[in-house]
């Protein structure tokens, strides 16, 4: 059957398409390269027509011009999954509002509890059997489209197919209307400047991989550092399962570090839920059978996680208290990011037989007038909590690593007080003795 009929009686302009919306409406935007730009900006002229229209998304780059043409929240309210740089700026002017979330859940939470009228994505160019790739967006965007009242796709001929193991394409069937137009080349995710720091804690995890292992990195200092390590290594046939892919992944394949060879799970295929990183990644990602995007309801699930022989995951936080418990996600009350999957690859990874799984932080930071605070705390004060203090195993900072499981609160404050900063050592076993977590034959 020839679906280019089917695909010219649904084609609309984006203008036209947003005239589907109506007030009170809840749009999804997914998340993500699959922010759909055109059909942003074409709702965003409609402000004036339009009331309490709510929009979710997450990880967009931006801009956003439902959120920034309205600040009073009369007409759109953007709601995010987990900010980005961009999208954190607009929690802090109050343009936008956070949505507290595990990603293994997200696909449950659109099935058994949402309102979704319309659902709005970018998407490849469809295939001659009719079918549109979910792309960079296929963690989280299947379900989304499922549930929807309305689905409504923007063609971008910038984002790369990639094979998955389900839940990776929709059909021109299942789609309400089609936009076309041009779009700009993705621009690189900037990179930071790896710190000495950054360098320590990661050659302070190194000795920890093994031939063999498969691992989940995040986006940042810390993946690109040790995804350079194991590049530059001895080490050979990593696996790679992770909700998101970064450049550290092609790097190593592209080296011949990556090959997924002894993966008991999806043998010979890197499993990713999302892309994020370079034009060179999502060129390398393109129609490559090494690769095969799945479902976060998959992909972060503990117990599948959890069937992977010598899983690593490696994520980063902001402060740990001397309980163990892990804020990722916000300086005080401020909203920085969003828990992700670190709670999903904790449990997962501590269920692998061979498992191993990290939390990495800086032990300290200067604040704006340059005085030096730990990021090993007591206890917390009203930080949001992203991990309890029962799933956390290893944690590692630039003087050492520490595992947590099974240990004991006197255990746990010894550990974490010997890998903190030595110039507030005293300072913390002086609280953990006012807290009672400080066992007097502890070492000094």
């Known amino acids: 059957m020839d679906f280019k009929d089917e695909y010219k009686q649904k084609l609309r302009t984006p203008e036209e398409a947003v005239k589907l919306i109506n007030d009170g409406d809840w749009v999804d935007y997914t998340s993500a390269l699959g922010f759909p730009k055109l059909l942003d900006t074409a709702l965003a002229a409609r402000k004036d027509e339009l009331h309490d229209v709510n929009i979710r998304g997450n990880l967009i780059v931006g801009p956003v011009k439902v959120a920034e043409c309205d600040s009073t929240h009369e007409h759109f309210t953007y709601n995010t999954w987990h900010c980005s740089a961009y999208e954190r700026k607009l929690c802090d002017r109050g343009e936008a509002f956070f949505i507290p979330m595990v990603f293994r859940n997200n696909s449950a939470y659109y099935k058994h509890f949402l309102k979704l009228n319309v659902a709005m994505m970018s998407v490849p160019p469809m295939d001659k059997h009719g079918f549109f790739n979910m792309s960079v967006t296929t963690g989280v965007a299947a379900e ?3 549930e929807a009242d309305i689905v409504i796709l923007e063609v971008n001929e910038h984002l790369p197919w990639i094979y998955g193991g389900f839940d990776e394409t929709i059909h021109i069937t299942d789609v309400d209307v ?8 993705f621009p690189p995710v900037p990179k930071g400047t790896p710190t000495d720091v950054d360098i320590a804690i990661a050659k302070n995890i190194f000795p920890y991989f093994r031939n063999g292992d498969t691992v989940q990195l995040g986006i940042g200092n810390m993946p690109d550092l040790l995804g350079d390590l194991l590049a530059d290594s001895d080490i050979r046939d990593l696996g790679m399962h992770t909700e998101l892919c970064s450049d550290a992944y092609m790097n190593l394949a592209l080296r011949g570090k990556l090959t997924n060879k002894y993966k008991n799970l999806m043998p010979g295929k890197g499993v990713t839920g999302m892309v994020i990183g370079s034009p060179e990644l999502y060129e390398w990602i393109d129609h490559n059978p090494m690769i095969a995007a799945c479902p976060l309801s998959y992909v972060n699930d503990p117990r599948i996680i959890g069937e992977i022989d010598n899983m690593i995951s490696i994520n980063s ?3 740990i208290d001397l309980y163990g418990q892990v804020n990722a996600e916000s300086a005080g ?3 920085i990011s969003g828990t992700g999957g670190q709670l999903d690859f904790l ?7 061979g498992g191993k799984s990290f939390i990495c932080l800086s032990s300290t930071f200067h604040d704006k007038d340059g005085n030096v605070h730990s990021n090993i705390l007591p206890r917390f004060c009203g930080e949001i909590i992203t991990t309890p203090r029962s799933e956390v195993y290893y944690v ?3 003087y050492g690593v520490f595992n947590m499981e099974g240990m004991s609160t006197w255990q746990r404050a010894e ?7 030595p110039i507030f050592r005293e300072d913390l076993i002086r609280d953990a003795e006012k807290q009672k977590i400080w066992r007097r034959s502890n070492k000094r």
């Open 144 to 146: 989304i489209l499922r």
């Open 317 to 319: 936080c902001i402060s």
């Open 415 to 421: 550990g974490l007080i010997n890998i903190a900063d």
């Open 347 to 353: 449990e997962g990874a501590s269920f692998a037989r």
């Open 333 to 335: 009350m401020r909203q």
């Open 396 to 398: 590692a900072t630039e």
């Open 178 to 185: 089609i936009v076309e137009g041009e779009h700009a080349p």
